[in-house]
């Protein structure tokens, strides 16, 4: 329960596509669902964050959404390019004292733009 | 914006030997601070919670006596790989939050640490 399942593994895109990346979880009490991007090397950098009481979020190219009743949330890339080739995480978390909750990471999808 | 500094970047030490991993919270106070370990090509897998000052809390199948974390200080925690073997050798990342701020978990750089 509590899993959070991305996909796919994998994505190829030409440049100014859109890839969407999906994840779905169980655990009905996650309230904080954040998209991480990593490079080979590197820690993950926070993308963007949602919580459960909207349906979208935008910032830049990047948008979350999220479908509370079926437990999905999902990032879009808009007008990708070379440079968003990367490895991207969805996670998921509970509140519970403030913002201490344990983040649950999906599988990760490796994303390539080609030029 | 929060940063969050872990060093040594890079690792390698002879099997048998303990290393000790840095992460520190430069511009905020870390409550709460979690330990990672990544395999290529693999997510990111919680190895332990540790709130500053109390005892970390490990991750079912870690060995709390083979992976040591030491939260002495809210900008500080750290974590020592004893007798390291060639299967501890993966990436090792951090995370700091403070549950003041608001959501948000910010993430070290990494220690890639290769046992030889």
């Known amino acids: 329960q509590q899993q959070v399942k991305q996909s796919p593994q994998s994505l190829i895109v030409q440049k100014g596509g859109i890839p969407i990346i999906n994840c779905a979880y169980e655990?009905?009490?996650?309230?904080?669902f954040p998209w991480y991007q990593q490079f080979p090397g590197k820690g993950p950098a926070l993308l963007i964050a949602?919580?459960?009481?909207?349906s979208e979020k935008k910032e830049g190219r990047f948008t979350i959404s999220f479908n509370k009743s079926a437990k999905q949330f999902s990032l879009h890339i808009m007008d990708s390019q070379p440079g968003d080739s990367a490895t991207y995480f969805c996670?998921?978390?509970?509140?519970?004292?403030?913002?201490?909750?344990?983040?649950?990471f999906g599988q990760g999808t490796t994303l390539q733009v080609k030029p | 914006g929060a940063v969050v500094s872990q060093h040594p970047s890079r690792v390698i030490c002879k099997s048998g030997t303990s290393v000790k991993i840095e992460c520190r919270s430069l511009?905020?106070?870390?409550?709460?601070m979690f330990w990672y370990r990544q395999f290529p090509k693999q997510s990111l897998m919680l190895m332990a919670t540790?709130?500053?000052?109390?005892?970390?809390?490990?991750e079912q199948g870690v060995e709390k006596d083979k992976f040591l974390i030491n939260h002495a200080s809210l900008t500080l925690s750290t974590l020592t790989v004893t007798s390291a073997h060639p299967e501890d050798s993966s990436f090792y990342i951090c995370?700091?939050?403070?549950?003041?701020?608001?959501?948000?978990?910010?993430f070290g750089s990494g220690t890639r640490l290769t046992v030889v």
């Open positions: 655990n009905t009490a996650f309230d904080y």
């Open positions: 511009d905020f106070q870390a409550t709460t």
């Open positions: 949602i919580r459960p009481d909207v």
């Open positions: 996670a998921a978390s509970t509140e519970g004292s403030g913002n201490t909750g344990k983040l649950i």
């Open positions: 540790s709130n500053e000052g109390s005892k970390a809390t490990y």
């Open positions: 995370s700091a939050t403070n549950q003041d701020r608001g959501y948000g978990y910010t």
